[in-house]
């Protein structure tokens, strides 16, 4: 255990707290005040309070504040995360969010106070059928990951209602696909079966003929990939998978690349999740909420989760209970609404014309980063990308024994979030740590300029400087983390919490 | 467009640098025939909005709506009118370090985030007395089902030679965390059983000992229930562990936790709840956040995300994500859940929110409630033609009564939203409301609600309508 520190600003909530202090105050009881276990009957209550912390409100609003200047953020720093598309999140979203109407808005309200609230779900459904050429959305899925399991329990209820559930066991995923794809299979009951790309990155058409069959219920596709690269043969795999019967299943975390470019419905997907806290702007907060909406072409309609949002011959709109094939619920009430609310604001103010320029800006971004650092790392596909680009440590590691990880520390010293590194893993890299880089859309030429100078400062530093860069961050309020003893050792609460 | 930066002189500067005239060709890899045209009407959506625009139609869109501050509000059931603290909404929103910040795999430019998902761990800690908790989940109701999962996977791994593939759903479950887990369960292969409620609104004891044999491998119950009633957690426990399975206590109104005894307290092996109630707006249900706590052993079969605290390379006390071995971006299918973005902003509101109450106001939050829910549940009992449901047992914030059905309109037009018709989810009769009281329902709303609904009763008494 480490010493507390000494600046109060520094400490954790638990160790400024002082008996007495406290912020919210509440109105005097204006009812008779019970005795607690006469009112409770007797039922056993908690042995001590818990041990919360008692905080003055300046010095709570301090220590949020000191926190809060730790973190790298969208609004703070460029944030070249790739595959996490981190745009800037319009002030707006939040400022309409946090109206009494959102904010104070409850599930089981008569659905006639609710009308505004089902419309914009509505409306945010067409939107998204839009944007994939499929015929019909969920907007239940709580996240991407969340998106993926009710998809494939879709496919699953599907298969049993057509009697091969037995029979298609096995789902296909690329070998660089996210994690979330074959932990979803393996959790809706399916064996994930992995394909190995071809050399260029691209799905081996070969190996996938080898490995689909009557025992394969679907695949799951990222396109473009994750390695940053657009998959030119969609059309052909739809085609497979269905020439077998199975579903295709695209994973649209990359969805900032294409919206507006193409619907993947043309390529003959059956499902696909959106993640709108990527391409569609809700705020990621430090890890969520997200939400990861489902659409599905007609086929797969009946087993979307219930409630569905309707609308009447009179105009109005209402909750659908009543159907008989769904799934059923993935999580309670309507999904992350408030989330939903976000997307919609912005999905709004782009319309047409903004989301095709979205995706277009984004790809631009990518590939001229590429370019600008081809010649300083190794770049694992150098070929047009999507909106993000895989660059490898190749040269670092074999001339200066430098790797991602104290190439991607470095950055922090130069005030820019590191890229996503290690993923695709080494397996998928030659062997090398992966630094995916997706600039997004709304940096400007000179915010990706400085990206690529500083990029272009660490390259020459791993040469004439490796240990600057192996000793990497020098800047920050702590130095390199001991990652490996959280795990090894874990400490996972403040032991001032316990008795 | 809209919070694009670059101009065209930028766009033409990008593209020489890549050597391609248009954005069209870095395209190539979309066959033409189906990519959308330029100024093609294939992807029917609305032309962009300004600020303007924008905030008009969401205002006209509000305006079909009316929410908890136009009633004097009953409704509740996992979802609570809370106050919410100004200092919530406005470090939690407004300051962006926290909210465009992404999950904190890079600690060193995360310490901000990591170490409030370390305090909250050590919030959960506090309230539920477990020594493990997580980063939190997506709800109440996906937190039971991955707890549900959890419980399953310890049961089986410890007896092997068994076939223990039974989940027990006991007494009054919120249908919407009942339904998800049936989801899950349905998907995974394991057989769910359900245990009814007895007359007292508690778990049908006989029927959940009739229930156990070695197939059961996890036993779920909410309490307080989805009817408000606390349900006698130890003997459920008890009658669980006796049967050598395990025992889940999901709980839809965390503020229970002031008073009620502890699930750790208690025995349960796995602790969920619903968070939306500290400190999350509601939002038509979403987003809140799911908690997630354990004992220490079962850390490595939780789910979700984890911090632990660690040092720097200076010996300086710091946070890292931490057991990413049970995690699907390592473990792939072998993962302990799929999880990946969670909840991360409602959980530090809930933090902030609980350090706003602190210990002595989350103890007055509590006691507060439970006098009003005392008051509300002695006034509705007086009422003629108003039968309390469970009035013998012991309730938090919640209570069930039985009226004439078909006066939730009548109520609403003099501006009370009652409490939720329990026949409109299959969780009762008609004429059963389920009332839920917290520090924002007033004397002079219970009155209110009570003298109406007895003018309604005495009024159709009179009017012999039926």
Same mark, same amino acid.
């Given at each position: ?67 809060? $200047? ?6 703070? &720093? ?20 946090? @109206? ?66 037995? @029979? ?54 990222? &396109? ?20 077998? %019967? ?16 193409? @619907?993947?419905?043309?390529? %003959? ?14 705020? !990621? ?13 007609? !086929? ?53 014309? %903004?989301?095709?320029?979205?995706? @277009? ?71 090398? %740590? ?18 690529? $100078? ?46 | ?52 625009? /924008? ?11 009316? #929410? ?12 609570? #009118? ?14 962006? #370090? ?29 309230? *539920? ?58 998907? *995974? ?47 459920? /426990? ?68 984890? /911090? ?33 973005? #969670? ?124």
């Amino acid at each position: 255990m480490t010493k507390i520190p000494e600046n109060p600003a520094e400490r954790l909530m638990f160790e400024i707290s002082k008996p007495g202090r406290r912020c919210v105050t509440f109105p005097a009881l204006d009812v008779p005040e019970v005795d607690v276990d006469v009112a409770l009957k007797g039922v056993k209550l908690r042995s001590e309070p818990a041990r919360l912390p008692e905080i003055g409100e300046l010095d709570l609003v301090r220590h949020f504040k000191n926190l809060a $200047d730790k973190n790298y953020s969208v609004d703070k &720093n460029f944030y070249p995360l790739g595959s996490c598309t981190m745009k800037y999140n319009p002030k707006i979203n939040v400022t309409l969010l946090a @109206q009494p109407g959102y904010t104070k808005a409850h599930p089981y309200l008569p659905e006639a106070d609710v009308q505004g609230h089902l419309e914009l779900m509505y409306n945010l459904e067409h939107y998204l059928c839009e944007v994939s050429g499929l015929d019909e959305v969920t907007l239940q899925p709580a996240a991407g990951a969340h998106g993926e399991l009710t998809g494939v329990m879709c496919i699953k209820a599907y298969f049993e209602d057509k009697g091969e559930a037995d @029979q298609r066991t096995e789902i296909l995923i690329p070998s660089a696909a996210h994690g979330t794809n074959p932990a979803t299979a393996a959790m809706a009951g399916f064996k994930a079966v992995t394909l190995k790309e071809a050399a260029n990155g691209n799905i081996d058409i070969e190996e996938l003929k080898k490995k689909v069959g009557p025992q394969t219920a679907g695949m799951m596709i990222t &396109n473009p990939s994750t390695l940053g690269i657009l998959e030119p043969k969609m059309r052909e795999i739809a085609e497979i998978l269905h020439g077998v %019967g199975a579903q295709l299943y695209m994973d649209g975390a990359n969805m900032n690349a294409i919206s507006g470019i193409v @619907q993947p419905g043309d390529y %003959g997907i059956d499902v696909m999740h959106f993640n709108l806290h990527k391409t569609f702007s809700v705020p !990621h907060g430090g890890g969520g909420p997200g939400a990861g909406p489902i659409a599905v072409r007609k !086929h797969l309609a009946p087993y979307l989760p219930t409630p569905r949002v309707k609308k009447n011959d009179d105009g109005s709109f209402s909750f659908d209970y009543n159907r008989p094939k769904t799934v059923g619920k993935v999580r309670s009430f309507f999904g992350n609404f408030g989330a939903l609310v976000m997307a919609y604001i912005y999905m709004t103010q782009l319309g047409r014309e %903004g989301v095709r320029r979205m995706s @277009q800006n984004a790809v631009l971004g990518a590939n001229y980063i590429r370019v600008m650092l081809r010649d300083y790392y190794h770049v694992h596909h150098d070929r047009t990308n999507a909106h993000e680009v895989v660059f490898t440590d190749l040269k670092q590691d074999k001339e200066n024994g430098v790797h991602t990880l104290d190439i991607a520390k470095r950055l922090i010293d130069y005030g820019i979030h590191p890229m996503t590194v290690y993923f695709p893993l080494p397996q998928n890299t030659g062997g090398q %740590g992966a630094m995916m880089v997706e600039p997004t859309e709304t940096e400007s030429k000179e915010s990706i300029d400085y990206f690529i $100078d500083c990029m272009k400062k660490i390259a020459q530093e791993c040469k004439d400087n490796p240990e600057l860069v192996k000793t990497a961050p020098h800047t920050t309020p702590v130095s390199k983390v001991d990652e490996k003893t959280a795990s090894t050792n874990p400490q996972l609460y403040c032991a001032m919490c316990l008795g | 467009m809209p919070f694009i930066q670059n101009t065209d002189e930028d766009r033409k500067a990008m593209l020489d640098a890549i050597g391609v005239a248009s954005i069209d060709e870095l395209y190539s890899d979309i066959p033409a025939d189906i990519r959308v045209k330029e100024d093609g009407d294939k992807i029917r959506l609305n032309p962009s909005m300004g600020e303007l625009e /924008v905030t008009r139609h969401i205002d006209a869109l509000l305006k079909k709506t009316r #929410n908890a501050n136009d009633f004097a509000f009953f409704r509740g059931a996992g979802i609570y #009118n809370h106050h919410v603290s100004t200092l919530t909404d406005h470090i939690a929103l407004y300051d962006g #370090n926290f909210i465009t910040a992404y999950t904190p795999y890079q600690p060193e430019c995360s310490q901000g985030t990591l170490t409030t998902v370390f305090e909250f761990q050590s919030c959960t800690t506090a309230l *539920t007395g477990f020594e493990v908790s997580n980063a939190g989940m997506y709800d109440g109701a996906s937190a039971l089902a991955e707890a549900v999962m959890m419980g399953y996977r310890l049961t089986a791994d410890k007896f092997r030679k068994e076939t223990r593939e039974t989940v027990v759903l006991a007494g009054a479950i919120h249908p919407e965390y009942a339904g998800t887990v049936k989801t899950y369960c349905e998907t *995974t292969g394991l057989k769910l059983v359900t245990v009814g409620a007895g007359p007292d609104g508690r778990v049908d004891a006989d029927a959940l000992k009739q229930a156990m044999s070695r197939e059961v491998a996890v036993v779920a119950v909410q309490s307080p229930n989805f009817f408000g009633v606390i349900e006698d957690v130890e003997s459920l /426990v008890a009658t669980t562990h006796e049967n050598e399975a395990n025992i889940v206590q999901v709980i839809a109104e965390p503020v229970s936790l002031s008073l009620l005894q502890t699930p750790a307290e208690a025995g349960v092996d796995i602790c969920v709840g619903e968070g939306q109630a500290i400190g999350n707006h509601m939002f038509m249900g979403g987003p809140a956040f799911g908690f997630f706590a354990s004992r220490k052993e079962n850390v490595r079969k939780m789910p979700g995300r984890i /911090v632990s605290e660690t040092t720097d390379r200076d010996g300086r006390r710091a946070f890292a994500l931490a057991l990413a071995t049970r995690e699907q971006h390592i473990r792939r299918e072998k993962a302990t859940s799929n999880i990946c973005t #969670n909840q991360a902003l409602c959980a530090l509101r809930a933090l902030i929110q609980l350090a706003a109450w602190g210990k002595g106001g989350f103890l007055e939050l509590g006691k507060q409630i439970i006098s009003k829910t005392q008051y509300a549940r002695q006034t509705f009992g007086a009422i003629m033609g108003v039968e309390l449901l469970y009035a013998e047992s012991p309730v938090f914030n919640e209570f069930v009564i039985r009226t004439k059905a078909g006066l939730d309109k009548a109520l609403q037009a003099q501006g009370i939203m009652g409490g939720i018709p329990l026949e409109d989810i299959c969780m009762g009769e008609p004429g059963d409301y389920l009332i839920a009281i917290t520090e924002l329902t007033t004397k002079a709303d219970i009155d209110s609600y009570a003298s109406a609904l007895a003018d309604l009763l005495q009024t159709s008494d009179h009017g012999g309508k039926e």
